[in-house]
């Protein structure tokens, strides 16, 4: 018995060691890596992740306004492994420069990324559903936000 429970001991040891490493690189988000979309009675709103290398993805996200038939607004994004640690840069209109995020929570569905430093938002939290559609919640310092349902899917 003892030995079983050593054994037990051990594997969540190994388990959370795992879970914890999986922060520091991009391998643990490839399943961001899409097309992703959303879309209700006011607005289509886009956003898409490719790889360019195993240190850096690509994405970019648009809002189409369905009422003023155009694109209100675009982002450009990034996600950068380095020194040992992920960060989700993003560049809007709004901003003269890229903000960044880090990384500083995930498991194999869930990436937090966090910017206590920024206006709004503060954290942007990736959620992927047991039906493979991701759930983006974005959120500011009391948990002020607004989260976006996106369908559509890994075409790595």
């Known amino acids: 018995m003892l030995k079983l429970l050593s054994l037990?001991?051990?594997?969540?040891?190994?388990?959370?060691?795992?879970?914890?490493?999986?922060?520091?690189?991009?391998?643990?988000?490839?399943?961001?890596?899409?097309?992703?979309?959303?879309?209700?009675?006011?607005?289509?709103?886009?956003?898409?992740?490719?790889?360019?290398?195993?240190?850096?993805?690509?994405?970019?996200?648009?809002?189409?306004?369905?009422?003023?038939?155009?694109?209100?607004?675009?982002?450009?994004?990034?996600?950068?492994?380095?020194?040992?640690?992920?960060?989700?840069?993003a560049k809007v209109a709004s901003n003269d420069l890229p903000v960044a995020f880090k990384l500083t929570k995930c498991t194999a569905e869930t990436a937090i990324f966090e910017n206590s430093r920024h206006d709004f938002p503060k954290k942007l939290n990736y959620q992927l559903n047991k039906d493979k559609n991701i759930t983006v919640f974005v959120s500011g310092e009391e948990g002020d936000g607004f989260s976006i349902e996106f369908i559509g899917g890994n075409d790595s």
């Not at 795992?18 to 899409?34: M, R, Y």
């Not at 240190?55 to 040992?84: A, D, H, P, Q, W």
């Open 8 to 89: 037990v001991s051990l594997c969540l040891v190994f388990q959370s060691a795992v879970q914890a490493k999986a922060c520091d690189t991009l391998e643990s988000l490839t399943w961001l890596i899409g097309n992703w979309n959303s879309e209700n009675s006011k607005l289509k709103i886009n956003e898409s992740w490719k790889r360019i290398s195993g240190k850096t993805f690509e994405g970019s996200g648009y809002t189409y306004s369905i009422e003023k038939n155009k694109i209100v607004g675009s982002e450009t994004l990034r996600l950068v492994e380095m020194s040992g640690e992920v960060f989700y840069i």
